[in-house]
């Protein structure tokens, strides 16, 4: 029958396979134990990264203020001549966590843009990239994937979850290729170059100082979140609540709404109903302006608000005058990965951990930066630092 | 016979919603013996095979087997107890094989594992013990002909090793060859000193396999007779009790056949050939003939279920295409069908939505006149429900048949096609629709009757229609004798 | 008479009788929480939110009671939302055209999946479960990923804006009037010809067809009217809170527990309309509730599992424990 | 046409033949190699997952029962399994145990709720899924536990080009064909699946049947939890079921020809579609396709494949005829 022969011949495979004899994709040992001891916590909040990022935030990055995608925050530089490769026309893999939200998605165009840049300067010759659809074991896969098929050059990874995807990354160090992680971080420094902006804890800490600032002490914050369980996120939270600890200020609660408009205007549109709400503190500015809404509808006064540099947020902001502040998880970072492997490849050095820089956009750069975007759509990120790249603004605008 | 009856049952009482089927009913199995019990349809017969299978449990009365009491409240018992019981409606799961069919629930292991080839082996041995040699045990079911799926069943009742063997109408099925290989089951089944309780109105039958018969009537056992004591036209007379005259009622005064309202040439499909037939106003035409032989074939084709493909049909005189149930329903033709449960009833809507069902489906026949005739209908038709809005499903049998026919009447038709009308349905009932039918006749609609039992036939029936093996085997006028008809119906010309 | 006796049975049978009682309770134990409630602003904000999950639920009970499921509705939601944002741009005068387009896509959508379901024979759980691969798919291959241009008011009107200024109700959402047109017409629809074959279908394909059922056809209209419910609530989800990426997103199976939790039996032929839409009140309540308990809304799926599965099993054993014997008769027909 | 003679799984190994003839050739018009050592070590890495999941699935859908908790229930596992193990390579053992003890409890609990509760498998096993949601949310604010690197051997270790994980996958399956082909309880699946009132009739415990389907369902999510923590190095809650991980078995169940309604098909053609799946994910991969368009593609060929299976259902059910000369009507089929 169909199934014995399948069986059996299932069986015969194994044991040729046997045969031929087995390899591993090694795993080194030693950082990983204790680091990821670490993300086991169940606990995000770690004060020495939390006091780090504070004050990071004054500390002036070196580099051109006009190419923040190349500023660093005190970078210990690294040498990188071992990767180096002659010629031009390298291969550059990339393996996307996904593009399933508008930060991503202006992220990825740029870097696409970026890349087209490079290309044309023949310093990058095939771009292979990969998308995980935010499966996390899917990313493995792709990672490993790339690995195997011994064509890149150079590897740029933006995980989609720390700790799960710290084994592959590993991986792909012990490979031999210059690894660039970017965005979410990975529980080692085996890559030749993280980057990313401040951090989680700046973006949540910006936004809850404002609040602080800005509202009578006794005033009512409602806290909105996205999802539980990823880092970045939980880090703007944990940091918000260290802030909010020593203020006068109450907080109603913290929702998770999906970063779904609806969801987040039905829980606004209840607490509402059952009482005032001053300020609306977000971990991510996804239907910000769904929240504000909710206040019109019910006929409040606007809050004081923090969402992110997203266009649609920003013109609202614009438009109701209300006080708020656009905190922003640096969108340009997307540029900094491909340029950063084009240097590795070349043996420039490169700063061990990269660390751009995260401003956010207050009251007074409001005017010049919707003015800068202007005729960006709406889920567009104000900045996305790609101005001066040769597609703008066709690229971001029809997407 | 000294030891212990096989089975013994004593005092059976049932009834459903209130509706008596069976009246301290007893019935005595010797052991190696084949016992029939005969009556008309809705006489209890299957009641009480059911409730000797574990299906239903009596009301009151006692089973003994081999001389032990017992009370079966799952079909289970009555397996495990010995009594095995080959229904009417298969029981057999297509997609499996028939040796895994026949050993389903008690497949041969060997160190915990299904032993597939003490199974193959097992099936093939006891089909050739049957007889059946040409009957492959991996063949999954689904491939089988009916006939052949029932022999597979009868094996799956022998196959559990037991000492009653209970066969509901095992020959409905049965095409003549068929039944030559039910009788060889039977008879060895017997000389295993196996007993064979068997259910039917088949007096062919039951005299050449029975060695005694219980007679039962209107859910009351009329007399258990040794076969040699009893001619067939007596054991006739003991199941229907009064003579036909009685039990039927007479042709309403001022029912007159006019026009031809359903005439059928040269109809044929995969299943018929050569069907000459012709419906007038005011005429039943019976339909008689062994399972199997086209009856039901024939219904379907003028409905339109399986269309002719060759030949003609007219419906007052215009011809029509008929080739599928809404051109049928146009052309003012009627189905009650066969099986009410599975094509007459959606069961959990109630009364009234099933009353109107034929109304609502079809435009052309749908009219706020008609809608409000309905309760009407239902109510000449002594419905006995809690009212139009109680689900049908909790109706007795008789009054979900009564629903089926009030939802054809509601579409005032031309022509009505009753595919066993009266099939397991109380005597009640019954007589109601013999009544009915006869009123449909004097209304002017042309009846067509298909039934299975010969007495229907031929105590309604104007005109008999007889076939054999898909074929019109002859005709014969209402009120021919139960042999007359089966002679046709057998295949033979009345001597 | 008779009928309204039995009209009550058949509420209190089954699991219709089942969703109004738990909808009670819940409206109940809000009131404790909150009395402020039940004050005509803050109630029509509720049933303002809950429209669209009502009116997808009336879409979806067709489907259902005619023995399918429609998979594909929050998928189709996102992507009318979406459609509406990128074709609009912003242009007030494209309001309508595109209300239009969005109605032809929504039927169509519907068509295909009724069409696959009869005429290909494909069981409708798989249809529709592609139905919904290809359609976020193909919105987000379209817009690049990320929803672009934007709404026009004209077009959030339906959505957030309502008759102003009613004394003690304040605002009575527009979107509370359609949900009750919709409602309205959805039990005016099954009271039809349409409507009682479309039950027969679900409850007994084989009897429907031999009385002369359009099975099939029925079946496809159940589809398409599900892809309209669809539409109509991405109208009013999109302008109730804008696009964002994420519309829709998980509303099948919202919606189907909604219409079971209404006593809608999966496979067809049983339950009613109304209950199934009390069904999607019941959910919107249920969430209501949570948040004014100020439950962490990490534990609340357990809470709505838990509860969900209760009330259908309680329900599943009212169906099989209704005794046959009592409704035995001796009664001729009344009525 | 003689593609109906062939049994249902020798016609799904036809289709994967097919897909990675296609697939070959369009990726070697593409300048490519599918069948490179990459690309191979990709194609099987990418089945051991979905495999996993749609193994025990099989199980459950023969029944005509469904589990769409298996994603939850693999990320409670993986949970379980990391946080037991917590770096020491001593625990390894306890904890794969406790994680498959826990995702059989799971299993079991979906079963008894079907069964005993008469409650319908799609809302019941929904249900469990959310329960177990919201405690993960809850219990782990993230991912938690801590894999010994020892036992993420079973992620990433593969012999030649055959991930170990795919191997014990292709194992599992072996041992599931021999369970539904040798063992009582096994076999009985179809029984139950085909028909539960013959089943019941014929002695089958149908119950316990059910149950064990749902308990093995639930041990193989277990399994699957097991991979992802050893390839995660934790265990991960948010991921696991963010991914609708339970709606791709179901389709690679279906894809290998198991009827959704139950009673038919088997492990080894849901082995087929799994393969299927996972060569449409590499081509896509290497060929760089765009990740929206793969769900396009995706959804549209599961619904191809089942309408040629129904297809193919469909003439099978003509009847035999008695006049040949009508052959022609036999395949008009019946309402």
């Known amino acids: 029958m169909q199934t014995t022969r399948l069986a059996l011949a299932s069986a015969a495979a194994v044991g040729l396979l046997l045969a031929v004899g087995c390899t591993t994709d090694e795993i080194p040992e030693a950082e990983t134990t204790e680091e990821a001891t670490a993300s086991t916590e169940e606990e995000w909040f770690v004060q020495a990264d939390y006091e780090e990022q504070l004050a990071q935030r004054d500390i002036e990055p070196e580099g051109d203020p006009t190419t923040p995608w190349l500023q660093a925050i005190e970078p210990e530089w690294v040498d990188t001549s071992e990767y180096a490769v002659d010629g031009g026309d390298h291969t550059v893999c990339f393996s996307n966590a996904s593009v399933s939200n508008p930060w991503r998605v202006t992220g990825w165009i740029t870097m696409q843009q970026q890349v087209e840049v490079l290309q044309e300067a023949g310093e990058i010759g095939e771009f292979l990239h990969s998308d995980a659809a935010d499966d996390d074991e899917k990313q493995i896969s792709d990672i490993q994937a790339f690995i195997d098929s011994g064509e890149c050059d150079a590897l740029l990874i933006s995980p989609s979850t720390t700790a799960t995807l710290t084994p592959a990354v590993e991986a792909a160090c012990e490979s031999g290729i210059p690894v660039v992680v970017f965005d979410r971080g990975v529980n080692t420094d085996c890559a030749v170059t993280f980057i990313h902006p401040i951090g989680g804890y700046a973006f949540g800490a910006d936004a809850a100082e404002f609040l602080v600032d800005n509202l009578e002490p006794g005033s009512t914050v409602l806290a909105l979140r996205i999802l539980p369980g990823v880092d970045v996120l939980e880090h703007r939270w944990a940091a918000a609540q260290e802030i909010f600890a020593d203020s006068e200020l109450e907080i109603l609660g913290n929702e998770f709404t999906g970063g779904d408009a609806a969801e987040i205007k039905n829980i606004v549109t209840q607490y509402l109903q059952r009482g005032e709400v001053d300020g609306i503190w977000m971990d991510a500015g996804d239907g910000a302006v769904a929240a504000i809404e909710a206040f019109e509808d019910a006929g409040q006064p606007y809050p004081v608000m923090t969402g992110e540099d997203e266009l649609s947020f920003m013109r609202k902001w614009k438009e109701t005058g209300m006080t708020a502040l656009a905190p922003v998880y640096s969108n340009f970072q997307w540029r900094t990965p491909v340029l950063a492997a084009t240097m590795i490849l070349n043996g420039e050095q490169v700063p061990k951990e990269w660390v751009l820089p995260q401003e956010p956009i207050t009251e007074a750069e409001l005017d010049d930066y919707l003015e800068r975007n202007e005729d960006m759509p709406s889920l567009h990120y104000a900045k996305f630092g790609g101005e001066d790249l040769p597609g703008f603004p066709d690229a971001w605008r029809d997407r | 016979m000294s030891q212990a009856p096989v089975l013994a049952m004593r005092g059976i009482d049932k009834s459903f919603l209130g509706v008596p089927v069976l009246r301290s009913v007893d019935l005595v199995i010797e052991p190696g013996e084949v016992h029939a019990v005969v009556g008309e349809n809705g006489a209890g017969k299957s009641t009480l095979m059911k409730i000797l299978a574990g299906v239903h449990t009596a009301d009151a009365g006692t089973i003994e087997l081999g001389g032990r009491a017992v009370s079966f409240t799952h079909p289970l018992q009555a397996q495990h107890a010995g009594v095995a019981t080959v229904f009417q409606e298969f029981n057999l799961l297509p997609e499996l094989s028939v040796a895994e069919n026949i050993h389903l629930g008690r497949e041969p292991r060997r160190r915990g594992l299904i032993d597939r080839r003490a199974m193959a082996e097992r099936t093939a041995a006891l089909l050739s013990d049957l007889g059946v040699d040409d009957l492959a045990p991996a063949a999954k079911a689904k491939t089988l002909s009916v006939p052949r799926q029932q022999i597979v069943e009868i094996a799956k009742a022998m196959s559990q090793g037991a000492d009653l063997i209970c066969m509901d109408e095992p020959t409905a099925a049965l095409a003549d060859a068929e039944v030559e290989l039910l009788y060889r089951l039977v008879e060895r089944l017997r000389d295993k000193g196996v007993s064979v309780l068997y259910v039917s109105h088949r007096l062919r039958e039951i005299f050449d396999l029975c060695d005694r018969i219980t007679v039962l009537k209107d859910g009351e056992r009329v007399t258990t007779v040794d076969t040699a004591d009893i001619t067939p036209d007596e054991l006739v007379t003991a199941m229907v009790g009064r003579r036909i005259e009685a039990v039927f009622p007479e042709p309403l005064p001022g029912t007159e056949t006019g026009e031809v309202r359903l005439a059928v040439t040269g109809g044929g499909n995969a299943q018929i050939d050569g069907i000459d037939l012709e419906v007038r106003a005011g005429e039943i035409v019976g339909l008689a003939g062994l399972q199997g032989s086209g009856r039901t074939e024939i219904a379907e084709a003028v409905f339109g279920i399986e269309p002719f493909t060759r030949g003609t049909v007219a419906v007052d005189g215009e011809t029509r295409r008929i080739t599928g149930p809404r051109k049928a329903i146009a052309a003012g033709i009627a189905l009650v069908t066969e099986d009410r449960k599975a094509q007459g009833l959606a069961l959990n809507q109630s009364v009234g939505a099933n009353a109107r069902m034929v109304l609502d489906a079809n435009a052309r026949v749908h009219s706020r006149a008609r809608l409000a005739r309905i309760s009407g209908i239902l109510s000449s038709l002594d419905l006995v429900s809690r009212g139009e809005d109680q689900e049908v499903q909790y109706l007795s049998g008789g009054n979900q048949q009564k629903v089926v026919v009030a939802k054809w009447l509601a579409a005032e038709p031309g022509v009505i ?25 004097a209304e002017g609609l042309a009846v067509l009757l298909i039934t299975s039992e010969l007495i229907e036939v031929i105590g309604l029936a104007d005109r008999i229609v007889v076939l054999h093996d898909g074929r019109i085997a002859g005709e014969l006028p209402g009120g021919a004798t139960e042999q007359q008809v089966m002679a046709y119906a057998t295949g033979r010309s009345p001597a | 008479m008779g009928r309204i006796r039995t009209a009550a049975a058949a509420l209190a049978g089954g699991g219709t009788g089942t969703v109004f009682a738990l909808l009670a309770a819940i409206f109940i134990a809000v009131a404790f929480t909150n009395p402020g409630f039940f004050e005509g602003p803050s109630l029509m904000a509720f049933l303002k939110q809950a429209a669209p999950l009502v009116i997808l639920a009336a879409g979806q009970y067709f489907v259902i009671v005619s023995g399918n499921f429609d998979l594909s509705v929050g998928a189709l939601v996102g992507a009318q939302v979406v459609i509406a944002a990128r074709l609009i741009d912003g242009e007030e005068s494209r309001t309508l055209p595109v209300m239009g387009v969005m109605l032809l896509f929504g039927l169509a959508v519907g068509l295909v999946n009724g069409l696959v379901t009869t005429a290909l024979k494909v069981q409708s759980f798989i249809t529709t479960l592609g139905m919904m691969l290809v359609l976020t798919g193909a919105i987000r291959l379209w817009t690049g990923g990320a929803p672009t241009g934007s709404l026009s008011e004209a077009f959030r009107g339906p959505g957030r804006r309502g008759i102003d200024d009613v004394p003690l109700i304040g605002q009575i959402p527009w979107a509370v009037l359609i949900m009750i047109g919709v409602g309205a017409a959805a039990i005016w629809l099954m009271r039809t010809r349409f409507g009682r074959v479309l039950v027969a279908s679900g409850d007994n394909e084989l009897a429907a067809e031999l009385s002369g059922g359009r099975v099939d056809t029925v079946r496809t209209v159940a589809f398409v009217l599900s892809g309209l419910s669809a539409t109509v609530a991405g109208v009013l989800i999109g ?42 009140l019941t959910i919107e309540a249920l969430f209501a509730l949570f948040n004014q308990m100020a439950l962490p809304s990490t534990i609340r799926p357990a809470a709505q599992g838990l509860i969900i599965i209760a009330a259908v099993a309680y329900a599943a054993k009212r169906r099989t424990r209704r005794p046959v014997a009592a409704t035995a008769t001796t009664n001729a027909n009344p009525s | 046409m003689s593609l109906r003679r062939l049994d249902t799984t020798a016609l799904i190994y036809l289709a994967l033949a097919g897909v990675v003839a296609i697939g070959g050739i369009a990726v070697a018009i593409d300048g490519g190699n599918l069948f490179s050592t990459a690309n191979l070590v990709d194609m099987f890495t990418r089945t051991s997952l979905t495999g996993f999941l749609a193994l025990g699935m099989t199980l459950v859908i023969l029944c005509r029962s469904l589990d769409l908790s298996v994603g939850y229930t693999a990320a409670l596992a993986s949970m379980v399994a990391a946080t037991t193990m917590d770096g020491d390579p001593n625990r390894i053992v306890l904890g794969a145990l406790a994680a498959l003890l826990v995702a059989g409890l799971v299993g079991a609990a979906n079963g008894a709720i079907v069964s005993f509760l008469g409650v319908n498998p799609f809302i019941a096993t929904l249900g469990v899924g959310l329960i177990i949601k919201g405690y993960l949310d809850t219990e782990y604010k993230g991912p938690a536990g801590l894999v010994p690197t020892a036992f993420q051997q079973f992620g990433y270790s593969r012999i030649a080009f055959v991930p170990v994980s795919t191997l014990v996958m292709l194992a599992l399956a072996a041992a599931g064909i021999w369970f539904l082909r040798s063992t009582r309880t096994g ?149």
């Open chain 4, 187 to 335: 076999h009985h699946m179809y029984a139950v699946g085909g028909n539960i009132d013959v089943a019941r009739m014929s002695g089958v415990r149908t119950k316990s049947t059910l149950m064990t389907a749902h308990i093995l369902c639930g041990m193989f999510a277990g399994v699957a939890g097991l991979l992802l923590a050893a390839r995660f190095g934790t265990g991960s809650a948010t991921e696991a079921y963010s991914n609708l991980y339970e709606l791709d078995a179901i389709a690679a169940v279906v894809l290998g020809g198991t009827l959704l309604l139950g009673g038919r098909g088997g492990i080894a053609g849901t082995v087929a579609g799994v393969l299927i799946l996972a060569v449409l994910d590499t081509v896509f991969n290497v060929m760089q396709i765009n990740p929206f368009a793969k769900d396009v593609l995706r959804g549209a060929i599961i619904i191809t494949a089942v309408a040629i299976y129904a297809r193919r259902q469909l003439s099978r059910t003509a009847r035999r005829p008695r006049f040949a000369a009508a052959g022609t009507a036999a395949d008009t089929g019946r309402p």
């Open chain 2, 417 to 441: 096609v009753l595919d066993e009308p009266t099939r397991g349905i109380d005597v009640g009932a019954k007589h109601k629709l013999y009544a009915v039918i006869r009123s449909l006749a």
């Open chain 3, 239 to 280: 302008g109730y809170a804008g696009v964002s990426a994420q519309v829709g997103q998980g509303m099948e199976f919202t919606v189907i527990t909604a219409v079971v939790l209404g006593g809608v039996v999966l496979g067809g032929g049983r339950g009613a309309v109304v209950a199934a839409m009390a069904g999607a």
